[in-house]
């Protein structure tokens, strides 16, 4: 299975969840595991991907995820799950 790390950090407002998943779904991307929290007025999210079915490249994918994260006002990132691994090895 080909995993992936979204985060999501930016001003809190209703329906970022709702909005990354559906950008998530239209590309047959399956939400794994996700954590949220609020810190005061900041939203933080972080999700764990299956994207053996994504309908798309990867890097295609992961410039909508950026583009949708400007509309939003948020950050947005994708990486592979080895990736995101190997940066937080200690």
């Given at each position: 299975?080909?995993?992936?790390?979204?985060?999501?950090?930016?001003?809190?407002?209703?329906?970022?969840?709702?909005?990354?998943?559906?950008?998530?779904?239209?590309?047959?991307?399956?939400?794994?595991?996700?954590?949220?929290?609020?810190?005061?007025?900041?939203?933080?999210?972080?999700?764990?991907?299956d994207i053996d079915s994504l309908d798309c490249p990867?890097?295609?994918?992961?410039?909508?995820?950026?583009?949708?994260?400007?509309?939003?006002?948020?950050?947005?990132?994708?990486?592979?799950e080895d990736i995101f691994n190997s940066m937080h090895?200690i």
């Amino acid at each position: 299975m080909k995993k992936t790390v979204i985060t999501v950090i930016g001003k809190d407002t209703s329906g970022i969840i709702a909005r990354v998943s559906a950008e998530c779904a239209k590309h047959k991307v399956n939400i794994l595991d996700i954590t949220q929290s609020v810190l005061q007025d900041m939203f933080v999210m972080v999700m764990l991907t299956d994207i053996d079915s994504l309908d798309c490249p990867f890097k295609t994918f992961s410039t909508e995820m950026d583009t949708l994260g400007r509309e939003l006002n948020l950050e947005i990132r994708v990486m592979h799950e080895d990736i995101f691994n190997s940066m937080h090895r200690i």
